[in-house]
């Protein structure tokens, strides 16, 4: 990449981070896009693994005392692992358009459900049923498109928990699903060694933005909380919608 391009990737790490650091998601919404412009798919994907592993753990570890009671946190990461097997080895044979349109509408749905209804929030102990299967088929969608958020983040939402204990449970399980990319990437031949060393550089702006949003995160209220991971949701519904479309 020219050194116009380095920076302004690098300001897009930044932002993501931000992003990150005051919600505990987003960073890839932002960042990957840009360098899919700049460069290509496959390239944004592996460059931004080692951003995502190093940010996971550092949020895992930061909240670990703010986790939700019971196993909830654990049965979400470990069944998103399963989903996210079973849905790398069907990817080869499986129409992603029509699934990922669908997801997209779901999120939509969800959204429109959410404005309309803005003090709703799922029971814990639905939430504890759910967790099971939302964590596969999050997982799943992973494994077959790259993209769990639409699901996961959704699911968190309509969860309602505090912003510290959402940042844990959503870093716990994008852990468990990049700890997975990480060793299939490289026997595929996408991550690279150029590729493994830009990742690394691109934690120094990907936790410049954390460091930022962290700070700004503390001071968000909750209802806040909850508009910008609304946003968000929709912003990942869109941006599915325009892959779909236009590719």
């Not at 996210?84 to 992603?96: D, H, K, R």
């Not at 799922?122 to 993209?147: C, D, E, I, R």
């Not at 410049?208 to 962290?214: D, E, H, L, P």
Request: net charge positive; aromatic share 12%; glycine share 10%.
């Amino acid at each position: 990449m020219s050194i116009e391009h380095l920076v302004f990737v690098c300001i897009t790490f930044v932002l993501g981070g931000i992003l990150k650091g005051a919600t505990g998601v987003g960073a890839p919404l932002i960042a990957i896009p840009v360098m899919a412009l700049l460069v290509d798919l496959p390239f944004a994907v592996s460059v931004f693994l080692v951003p995502n592993i190093v940010s996971n753990i550092w949020q895992t570890w930061r909240f670990r005392n703010d986790r939700p009671e019971g196993k909830f946190p654990i049965l979400f990461a470990v069944t998103g692992i399963l989903g996210a097997g079973i849905g790398t080895m069907v990817l080869a044979g499986f129409n992603s358009d029509i699934l990922i349109g669908s997801v997209a509408m779901i999120v939509l749905l969800y959204v429109a459900f959410k404005l309309a209804n803005p003090n709703w929030a799922m029971s814990w102990n639905l939430a504890n049923k759910l967790v099971v299967p939302v964590g596969l088929v999050g997982g799943f969608l992973q494994g077959s498109t790259g993209l769990s958020a639409p699901i996961s983040v959704t699911f968190m939402n309509a969860v309602n928990l505090q912003r510290a204990q959402f940042i844990f449970t959503m870093s716990l399980f994008f852990l468990s699903m990049t700890l997975i990319q990480f060793p299939a990437q490289y026997a595929l031949g996408i991550l690279t060694l150029e590729r493994f060393i830009y990742g690394v550089v691109a934690v120094i702006p990907l936790f410049i933005g954390m460091s930022i949003g962290g700070y700004l995160g503390k001071r968000i209220s909750k209802p806040a909380f909850d508009k910008i991971i609304i946003i968000v949701l929709s912003l990942l519904a869109l941006r599915l919608l325009v892959s779909v479309f236009y590719g």
